[in-house]
T-cell receptor, first 115, second 109 residues
C-alpha cells in the first residue's frame, strides 16, 4: 500500500512567518506534487518534482518554493506567509509513465491558517 | 476559462437514489479521465479511470466519457450513506492532472 504522509494535519502561523510543509512517500515514486485545495476552486498545482533536485512550477507557484533533496521527501516552503495562503495543502506522488501509472496517491492534507 | 468545469453542488439525495455527476473540459489533448473520491479530512483517492470514449462499470459505479462533446459523467447506483464524499473529476495528457472543483454529495439514510 502506498503511503504518503504529511508532517502536520493542522498548522496556524502568523503573517510574515516562514512555513515549511513536509511530505514523505514510501513507494519510491519519482513524481511528487504539491497542491492547494480551496472551496469552489478544486485542486490547483503549486509545484511538482520529477526527480531529486528537479522541480517545475505548476499553475500557482507565486509565493511558494520547494525542495527535494531525497527521493522520498518533498517540502513546500512559504517564504513569507500571507493570509491568502490560508488553505488545505495536499501532497501527492506517482510513478512516471502512461495510463494508470499516472495515478496520484495523496496524503491526508495540512490545513494551514495564516493569521 | 478553467480547463475543467464541475458543478460544486452540494448534492443531497436519499439512500438508494442514483447520483449523477459530470464535468466538461476544454482541452482536447486530455487522454485519461479519472474520478477521485475524497472523504472529509482525508486526501483524494482514485475511484475510477477511463482512457477512451464509452462506458466503464465497476460495481455500483459507472463512468462515461464523450470526447466529441468533451463531457464526462459518473453515476452511482443504489447510493449508500457511505458514498457521502466529495467527488473530483481529473484529466491529464502528461503526468500532470487538471482537477474539477469537486462536487460534495450527501446520501441521507
Amino acid at each position: 500500500d502506498v503511503k504518503v504522509t504529511q508532517s502536520s494535519r493542522y498548522l496556524v502561523k502568523r503573517t510574515g512567518e516562514k512555513v515549511f510543509l513536509e511530505c514523505v512517500q514510501d513507494m519510491d515514486h519519482e513524481n511528487m506534487f504539491w497542491y492547494r485545495q480551496d472551496p469552489g476552486l478544486g485542486l490547483r498545482l503549486i509545484y511538482f518534482s520529477y526527480d531529486v533536485k528537479m522541480k517545475e512550477k505548476g499553475d500557482i507557484p507565486e509565493g511558494y518554493s520547494v525542495s527535494r533533496e531525497k527521493k522520498e521527501r518533498f517540502s513546500l516552503i512559504l517564504e513569507s506567509a500571507s493570509t491568502n495562503q490560508t488553505s488545505m495543502y495536499l501532497c501527492a506522488s506517482s510513478l512516471p509513465g502512461q495510463g494508470l501509472d499516472y495515478e496520484q496517491y495523496f496524503g491526508p492534507g495540512t490545513r494551514l491558517t495564516v493569521t | 476559462q478553467k480547463e475543467v468545469e464541475q458543478d460544486p453542488g452540494p448534492l443531497s439525495v436519499p439512500e438508494g437514489a442514483i447520483v449523477s455527476l459530470n464535468c466538461t473540459y476544454s482541452n482536447s489533448a486530455f487522454q485519461y479521465f479519472m474520478w477521485y473520491r475524497q472523504y472529509s479530512r482525508k486526501g483524494p483517492e482514485l475511484l475510477m479511470y477511463t482512457y477512451s470514449s464509452g462506458n466503464k462499470e465497476d460495481g455500483r459505479f459507472t463512468a462515461q466519457v464523450d470526447k466529441s462533446s468533451k463531457y464526462i459523467s459518473l453515476f452511482i447506483r443504489d447510493s449508500q450513506p457511505s458514498d457521502s464524499a466529495t467527488y473530483l473529476c481529473a484529466m491529464n495528457y502528461d503526468y500532470k492532472l487538471s482537477f474539477g472543483a469537486g462536487t460534495t454529495v450527501t446520501v441521507r439514510a
